[in-house]
T-cell receptor, first 113, second 113 residues
């Protein structure tokens, strides 16, 4: 069990550029979650997948954000035309359907300059 | 909509002493789960303890225990015999029958040697 991994760990980009983050959940975890955490705040839910199906999206997830989990394994989160307000830590978590606990990855810290 | 409130942005406790972190929540649901997560400076979120709303007995995990008051919608975390490794941000979190977790803003806990 290698844990949830996220790549990259840090990303600095200029306003207006597109960025993509990757999350690899714990193998056999069929549920995958994305959260955003800004400084001094708790994580805020963005979206989640059960297998490859995206089952819920937060209103925080504007049209510039898109998430995919094409084969029910890893997931990507893309932000188009980044804005300074997108600067945050993006956290991924996964769990099996049989447990309550979501296992979190180390996060990707995005800085938009 | 459900909300989670942590009214203590920061707390300090002497090593080996006991500390209690407060959390209140608001919901109209009867079936839900409550969690305390720990986020050390490395920022990987770890589940500390969970409580199912239908259980009257307070959950306990080694030095960590909760005081769950369903009618008052209160869910506090008690840490006994505080250790230096307990220093972290602690987030109270709520999960309904749906799958997303709603986090409070967190309490930063300092352990004084």
């Amino acid at each position: 069990d290698t844990g949830v991994s996220q790549d990259p760990r840090h990303k600095i980009t200029k306003r207006g550029q597109n960025v993509t983050f990757r999350c690899d959940p714990i193998s056999e975890h069929n549920r995958l979650y994305w959260y955003r955490q800004t400084l001094g705040q708790g994580p805020e839910f963005l979206t989640y997948f059960q297998n490859e199906a995206q089952l819920e999206k937060s209103r925080l997830l504007s049209d510039r954000f898109s998430a995919e989990r094409p084969k029910g394994s890893f997931s990507t989160l893309e932000i188009q035309r980044t804005e300074q307000g997108d600067s945050a830590m993006y956290l991924c978590a996964s769990r099996t359907g049989a447990t309550y606990e979501q296992y979190f990855g180390p996060g990707t810290r995005l800085t938009v300059t | 909509a459900q909300t989670v409130t942590q009214s203590q942005p920061e707390m300090s406790v002497q090593e080996a002493e006991t500390v209690t972190l407060s959390c209140t929540y608001d919901t109209s649901e009867s079936d839900y789960y409550l969690f305390w997560y720990k986020q050390p400076p490395s920022r990987q979120m770890i589940l500390v303890i969970r409580q199912e709303a239908y259980k009257q007995q307070n959950a306990t995990e080694n030095r960590f225990s909760v005081n769950f008051q369903k009618a008052a919608k209160s869910f506090s975390l008690k840490i006994s015999d505080s250790q230096l490794g307990d220093a972290a941000m602690y987030f109270c979190a709520y999960r309904s029958a749906g799958d997303k977790i709603i986090f409070g803003k967190g309490t930063r806990l300092h352990i004084l040697p």
